[in-house]
């Protein structure tokens, strides 16, 4: 199965190579690019791609605002591609927002070409691209400059149980569900159905934006 993927930037050497670099395999098809986040998230509606490349940083829309069209449409648009952040920082306000908003996770401008293939093919598996500990440290950051959020997002980890709270604990913590599975003695199969009706019974989309539930409801706190 082929993934089809626009890049969003606006430095047009930034996006030939990239173009270049994922249209040179073979599961992957770059169906259009965009220089800025408003023909990004027009094009995104027109072609309806499986990955959005969305550089963080552009005129006329930033990526976050177009992160946010692309993820919450308005009525009648139902096709919700899955975001990748694209950054020069690996710090940046700006990241944190976007998965807060549903991105997908990020990557870094000048990491090494095949980490851009797998964060891709990663994230259209539906997936989040957390494996990097920048992104962590990144959550992790901003979750200690903003309280825990004691109301509504607490209240809703009521609804999971002893078991669900410990996997969810355990993903904002970066673990894989290979190490989850081996840290509380599950199947691996038992932790991905685990995290499953945890992302479902919060509405969550993906582990990143577990990720920043837990933080944000306090569940856990950085430096622990």
Not at 216 to 223: C, K, N
């Amino acid at each position: 199965m082929t993934t089809r993927v626009i890049i969003v930037d606006d430095q047009a050497m930034v996006r030939a190579g990239f173009a270049a670099l994922l249209a040179a395999q073979s599961d992957i098809d770059v169906v259009g690019e965009a220089p800025d986040g408003a023909q990004g998230v027009e094009l995104s509606r027109r072609v309806h791609p499986d990955v959005v490349l969305m550089d963080v940083r552009m005129p006329e829309m930033d990526g976050l605002e177009a992160a946010r069209r692309i993820l919450a449409p308005p009525p009648g648009v139902t096709h919700r591609p899955r975001v990748l952040m694209l950054t020069t920082f690996d710090v940046d306000d700006y990241v944190y927002e976007a998965l807060r908003a549903g991105a997908s996770g990020f990557l870094l401008k000048d990491a090494p070409p095949a980490d851009l293939i797998a964060a891709v093919r990663v994230v259209a598996s539906g997936d989040a691209l957390l494996a990097p500990s920048v992104t962590r440290r990144l959550i992790a950051d901003f979750a200690r400059q903003r309280p825990a959020a004691r109301g509504k997002p607490a209240l809703r980890l009521k609804a999971l149980t002893q078991r669900e709270t410990e996997v969810l604990t355990l993903v904002a913590r970066g673990r894989s569900n290979t190490e989850i599975a081996q840290t509380l003695v599950l199947a691996e199969q038992t932790v991905k159905t685990h995290v499953s009706r945890v992302l479902t019974k919060l509405d969550l989309r993906d582990r990143a934006q577990a990720v920043v539930f837990a933080y944000e409801s306090g569940l856990v706190t950085p430096g622990e």
